[in-house]
């Protein structure tokens, strides 16, 4: 059976690209740069259906998130509720802290330079309100556009979870609580992924880092994030209740950054609340050397109970922080790995990325080349398995 392939969202950014979002104000590009977006837009899918000038690439594809200077800087421009003129700083835990301490200082020191542009957010000054309802159709429209023209099966679009959301834009008043901003952003945000599904032939990828990363980012939630968890899950279901939930899917990670990763969340305790989703496909890492041993997990959870008939797995095959190239072989073997799983199957497994090639315009953990490659191999790596499962 032939198993599918994608990646998570962000592709490299052309350097007219990243120059018009660095003069951005809004962390998104101005629509009056059409031309460059559409060209931009264009480049990320073709890399990803013709990956290194391969004649077949990846079944579903991403507009590369183009014109947004990260996958969570561009919601301040389209929200309603934001200071024009205070900006505050993400806050870390002590964990996060100490193993960039250990394991890369060097970035560390670098969170509070310049580039850490995407860890800083406009001061919350009322209850935010959606407001981005033509950027985000334009944009569904776009890509649908533009995939029908390249020839691309599958295009989704990528969008903030309400708990991802909590983490990049600091907890301020008037909202009560931690659960009160969250459900509240939840209930706003269901307006973003409306648009989105309402453009036929668009599907929509929730990024919800906050499913796993948060354990050591979310530094002001005052929850235990295992406490939180159950809770989070519970707003993504909300915010897509009564929405098509085949054309849903939901990434889960541990962070886009290099560093030791000692103080990840347990799979064995996200795992559960994971399936709990009503998305159709759930988008997470398994390639890194931290997660790829989380299938033994995955099989002893399953061993006592039933993955959900509804849900597919696009699990990471591909480790985008290091410019290792991971050679079909080792794609195959991880790929059999998770299809072999007598209640997963090959039917619900599709070869993914850990995560975006560029989550943010200000980090970048391989060159473009590299990146183009690791999808070149990711597709013939991924026909070596179907062959065989």
């Known amino acids: 059976m032939p198993i599918k392939t994608t990646m998570t969202g962000s592709w490299f950014r052309p350097e007219n690209i990243m120059a018009l979002v660095a003069q951005s104000r809004t962390g998104e590009i101005d629509r009056s740069h059409k031309k460059?977006?559409?060209?931009?837009?264009?480049?990320?899918?073709?890399?990803?259906?013709?990956?290194?000038?391969?004649?077949?690439?990846?079944?579903?594809?991403?507009?590369?998130?183009?014109?947004?200077?990260?996958?969570?800087?561009?919601?301040?421009?389209?929200?309603?509720?934001?200071?024009?003129?205070?900006?505050?700083?993400?806050?870390?835990?002590?964990?996060?802290?100490?193993?960039?301490?250990?394991?890369?200082?060097?970035?560390?020191?670098?969170?509070?330079?310049?580039?850490?542009?995407?860890?800083?957010?406009?001061?919350?000054?009322?209850?935010?309100?959606?407001?981005?309802?033509?950027?985000?159709?334009?944009?569904?429209?776009?890509?649908?556009?533009?995939?029908?023209?390249?020839?691309?099966?599958?295009?989704?679009?990528?969008?903030?979870?309400?708990?991802?959301?909590?983490?990049?834009?600091?907890?301020?008043?008037?909202?009560?609580?931690?659960?009160?901003?969250?459900?509240?952003?939840?209930?706003?945000?269901?307006?973003?992924?409306q648009t989105i599904l309402a453009v036929d032939g668009v599907t929509l990828q929730i990024d919800a880092p906050d499913l796993a990363m948060a354990k050591h980012l979310a530094g002001d939630w005052k929850m235990d994030f295992y406490d939180a968890l159950p809770h989070h899950v519970d707003a993504i279901n909300e915010a897509i209740a009564g929405l098509p939930s085949d054309r849903i899917r939901v990434h889960y990670c541990y962070g886009n950054y290099l560093a030791s990763h000692r103080f990840d969340a347990d799979y064995s305790r996200v795992l559960p609340e994971l399936l709990r989703l009503k998305a159709g496909t759930i988008v997470g890492e398994g390639a890194n050397p931290r997660h790829e041993g989380d299938v033994r997990l995955l099989r002893k959870h399953?061993?006592?109970?039933?993955?959900?008939?509804?849900?597919?797995?696009?699990?990471?095959?591909?480790?985008?922080?290091?410019?290792?190239?991971?050679?079909?072989?080792?794609?195959?073997?991880?790929?059999?790995?998770?299809?072999?799983?007598?209640?997963?199957?090959?039917?619900?497994?599709?070869?993914?990325?850990?995560?975006?090639?560029?989550?943010?315009?200000?980090?970048?953990n391989v060159p473009y080349k590299v990146g183009q490659m690791k999808l070149e191999s990711l597709a013939a790596g991924a026909r070596l398995a179907s062959a065989r499962t």
């Not at 919350?124 to 959606?130: A, K, N, R, T, V």
């Not at 072999?340 to 090639?357: K, Y």
């Open 36 to 193: 460059e977006i559409e060209d931009a837009e264009r480049r990320a899918i073709r890399d990803q259906l013709h990956p290194n000038g391969s004649k077949r690439g990846l079944d579903y594809v991403s507009n590369g998130e183009q014109r947004k200077a990260g996958y969570t800087q561009y919601l301040a421009n389209r929200f309603s509720g934001f200071s024009k003129t205070e900006r505050v700083n993400m806050a870390f835990t002590a964990d996060f802290a100490t193993e960039f301490q250990e394991s890369n200082p060097a970035m560390l020191e670098m969170l509070s330079g310049p580039g850490a542009a995407a860890f800083s957010a406009p001061r919350i000054e009322s209850h935010l309100q959606y407001t981005g309802g033509e950027l985000a159709k334009a944009e569904a429209l776009d890509a649908r556009k533009l995939a029908k023209e390249e020839g691309a099966p599958e295009i989704f679009l990528n969008s903030a979870s309400p708990g991802v959301m909590t983490m990049f834009f600091p907890f301020n008043k008037p909202y009560k609580d931690h659960l009160d901003y969250l459900f509240g952003l939840a209930k706003e945000l269901r307006k973003e992924y």
């Open 302 to 364: 399953l061993s006592e109970h039933e993955w959900p008939s509804h849900l597919k797995y696009a699990i990471g095959v591909i480790d985008v922080k290091t410019p290792f190239l991971e050679s079909p072989e080792t794609i195959a073997t991880r790929l059999e790995k998770f299809a072999e799983i007598e209640s997963l199957g090959p039917e619900r497994v599709l070869g993914g990325t850990d995560c975006g090639f560029q989550t943010f315009a200000t980090f970048t």
